[in-house]
């Protein structure tokens, strides 16, 4: 924020690798001196509050990207990392620039307790968007087993037929239906909607520390006056959109 000269996106990536070895070999993570070693460990001439400030952006982000990998499900590897990509650039409209970071940081266990923390939040909706596809399984199950029963009783021709008959329903419950398809797409408009709310709220609240830091600036002064100005024009356009439900429902 006019501070220093930009980051590189290899600083960015040395301060994610320096943090995870910094966090791994420390007994308790988050001390005074975490950011000490740290710098220490980091390859260039930012100081240690830079790179906290840095950081705390980064894993801004990168928490936000790690809830759209999750949202694939059992999908791995680069196919689910491109998804949860497009998944990113959908809720903040931007695109995921710390990708390396995230590679870095990934398997710490300071991050990964994090992100534990932040799923659990969200097992509801994951346990709704899974239900539909245990109930076609099991249907499919079902229909193998009551097939595999009536061939096992009837004669040679009548088990042919059956067992054509059993395909086509197999195949017939584990084609999605249209409902699930749709139900599916709102359910990934709606995390969207949340995560680039959530995105929001942790922009303003980093912003806040940054500027918190020196109040008495210029420029945190100015920061201030155009989130409070932020602030009330969100307020009035809710305000608005509630007075206009009323009416809507008064009139219906």
Known sequence: ??????????EDESLA?????????????????????????????????????RWMIITKDVATFAECLASEGEEAGEVAIERALETFREATDRDFEFLSCWRRVRNCPKFQKQQQGERQSGTAVQVDQQAPAVTAADTATATSTATATVSATTTADTASVTAAAALETKAAALKPAPSLTTDVALLQRYLAS????????????????????TRQSEESQRFFSLLKRKKLLLLEREVDELERSQQRRRLS
């Open 1 to 10: 924020m006019g501070h220093g000269p930009k980051w590189r996106s290899d």
């Open 17 to 53: 690798a320096s943090y995870a070895v910094a966090a791994a070999t420390r007994r308790t993570v988050g001390g005074p001196t975490i950011w000490k070693e740290v710098r220490d460990r980091f390859n260039g001439p930012r100081g240690a509050r830079a790179l906290r400030n």
């Open 194 to 213: 949340e995560m680039r709310r959530k995105n929001d709220l942790q922009e303003d609240e980093i912003a806040m520390r940054l500027f918190g830091e």
